[in-house]
């Protein structure tokens, strides 16, 4: 009985986690078009913006950039865990379930309706994503259910159709907006992480890291909730309770981090995969754990997309999808055989 | 000796057209063993499914403990009760001592992290249940009657008074079904657990059991001693089968005989 939690066990993984995610953080704000010089960025003055370029890059645009990309990585890795540990799906992630495009799409109505996606920290454009998304997981559950058979099977089907509706909806609504706005709506909706100022990066911060600590207070429920609905209340759990917080808090960090990056793709199906791979199944070390490497894992992702076509740049979400697309593809596979064997 | 579970007049349907349980009464003394027995359809475990609360009753009433079913939180029942359905294989690859571990989920604090009681409970569940020896595996990776053995274990590590069983023998063979009601035996004699047990197999349910609920697909039902419940006659009216019967000391065995079965007029 070696492989049980323990708190000393669960403090060491996380710290190593967090030891990594500091380092690629690190090695990435080195990494740019425009080299610079370390001694240079603390060494000479640097008072006002233009007096030292080094620091400028360095600590205006880089730090902050990094910073959000670990947000957006953490919210969407953790989001994946928690949808795949209450849908019962080793496949489901935000972006496959439409949870991703229902956001957007709050974003999107909320842009034409006039509301600036500048002040979104305290703008209603925060509450049209959420409420967007939670309509969407309504939306994907009802769905699911009315196909009939296996309601775990069936969801997923339900998110793939709703997010191609909803994706065909956003595409519409791009349309109506003037072409100035349009390159930079498509590289957003493709999943794009430029440079937000210092409030709007504290104000999801505070949003998704308290998001994924309250998830955690639920982790272990979600272990239990994973052998399905009878096993859960049969251990104890009040299964609709816990599937209603899950959902509210997953589709909350997914929002936040929709808007301020776009639509991300597979990062809440590729990193919690491959932590449960390392770490195991224990939703208890699979979230905090899955939230840090998700950070590092899109952080680099960003990193690839401003320097692969350097001085170009491109959206974060088309590398994230290239990685994340055959991933998902080799699960399916796994996953189908399971199945038949289960049958 | 108290009752712990006690049904009275217990009614429930699917559907105006679809009643599978009326008026059924009984209680169930703490630590006996009984077998819920019938035919396909019989209502048996949507009974099971009653006793653990999952289903509500559509008429009458269940107490444990001498209290309504309805009273108990999720939390407080699942400290009284402890379910094992059919083996499955979980989507997520836990390791048998993992699954164990979650039985002591309506015991843990807030942090949610087992402490050295809980530890002890499942050490003790998986040594009784010989699982300690592949605890460490996925449940994936292990036979039927192994798994059934892990979810036996999780049962007992839930220290509860009453365990429920739906069929824990189906699709084992006959060495691991014998092994798993030798279990569930000595869980009743040392750990003085009531086990109610939802069962096709009548034979080893007469060689088990202390008492027997058989029900009727007509709605009708029999509850009492096993030498009191199985008689030819009624197992055959019950089934509709024909069987050859044999005794061993005060209880009867019985051979389902079919149309083209041995000894029938038809077989060759």
Excluded at chain 1, 126 to 155: E, N
């Amino acid at each position: 009985m070696t492989d049980l939690l323990t708190p000393r066990r669960l403090i060491t993984k996380i710290i190593l986690c967090l030891a990594a995610l500091v380092i690629v953080m690190f090695a990435c704000s080195l990494v740019g078009p425009q080299k610079i010089s370390l001694s240079a960025v603390f060494n000479e003055p640097h008072d006002t913006p233009g007096q030292n370029i080094d620091y400028d890059i360095f600590v205006r645009v880089r730090i902050p950039r990094i910073i959000l990309a670990a947000l957006v990585g953490a919210a969407l890795a953790a989001s994946g865990v928690v949808l795949q540990a209450i849908l019962r799906n080793p496949l489901a992630e935000p972006y496959i379930l439409g949870i991703s495009s229902g956001a957007a799409l709050g974003v999107m109505t909320a842009a034409l309706a006039g509301i600036s996606r500048a002040i979104w920290g305290g703008s209603p454009m925060a509450g049209f994503a959420f409420l967007f998304a939670i309509g969407t997981v309504w939306l994907v559950w009802l769905t699911g259910h009315l196909a009939g058979g296996s309601a775990v099977t069936s969801l997923l089907l339900a998110g793939v159709v709703i997010n191609a509706f909803f994706s065909a909806v956003i595409m519409l609504m791009t349309s109506l907006i003037d072409s100035e706005q349009l390159r930079s709506t498509i590289m957003w909706l493709m999943g794009s992480i430029g440079e937000k100022d210092f409030s709007t990066l504290l104000a999801s911060a505070i949003f998704i890291i308290a998001g994924i600590a309250v998830l955690f207070t639920i982790s272990q429920k979600l272990n239990v909730l994973t052998f399905g609905v009878n096993e859960a209340r049969s251990l104890g759990v009040n299964p609709r309770k816990i599937t209603l917080v899950a959902f509210a808090l997953a589709s909350f960090i997914t929002a936040v981090a929709v808007g301020l990056s776009g639509l991300v793709g597979f990062v809440g199906l590729v990193v919690p995969h491959s932590v449960r791979l390392i770490f195991g199944p224990d939703h208890r070390q699979l979230l905090p754990t899955s939230a840090l490497l998700g950070a590092a894992f899109v952080v680099i992702c960003d990193t690839i997309a401003r320097t692969i076509i350097s001085p170009a740049q491109l959206p974060v979400g088309v590398i994230t999808a290239i990685i994340g697309g055959p991933v998902f593809l080799i699960l399916l596979s796994g996953y189908s055989k399971k199945v038949g064997t289960l049958r | 000796m108290s009752a712990c579970i006690q049904v009275e007049n217990l009614g429930f349907s699917y559907g105006p057209q679809a009643e599978i349980l009326k008026n059924l009464s009984f209680e169930i003394p703490a630590g006996t063993f009984l077998s819920i027995a019938g035919p396909n359809g019989a209502g048996k475990t949507t009974l099971l499914n009653l006793l653990s609360g999952l289903l509500k009753p559509a008429s009458g009433s269940i107490e444990i403990d001498s209290k309504p079913i309805s009273s108990y939180s999720v939390r407080r029942l699942a400290k009284r009760i402890a379910v094992v359905r059919q083996e499955f294989v979980p989507v997520f690859e836990f390791s048998a001592a993992q699954v164990v571990s979650m039985a002591r989920t309506p015991y843990l604090g807030a942090l949610a992290f087992e402490t050295d009681t809980d530890k002890e409970a499942i050490a003790e569940a998986l040594k009784m249940t010989d699982t300690a020896r592949f605890a460490d595996r996925p449940l994936g990776h292990l036979s039927g009657g192994e798994r059934q053995r892990v979810f036996i274990a999780r049962a007992l590590a839930q220290q509860t008074p009453i365990m429920l069983l739906d069929e824990p023998t189906s699709f084992l063979d006959m060495k691991h079904q014998v092994g798993i009601y030798d279990l569930l035996k000595r869980m009743q004699i040392e750990k003085q657990k009531t086990i109610v047990s939802v069962t096709h197999d009548i034979n080893l349910a007469a060689q088990y059991s202390d008492m027997i609920l058989l029900l009727g697909s007509d709605g009708g039902y029999d509850y009492g001693a096993v030498s009191e419940v199985f008689s030819k006659e009624r197992i055959e009216r019950v089934f509709g089968v024909r069987t050859f019967t044999a005794a061993f000391g005060a209880r009867e065995f019985f051979l389902p005989v079919g149309k083209f079965g041995l000894g029938s007029k038809d077989a060759k």
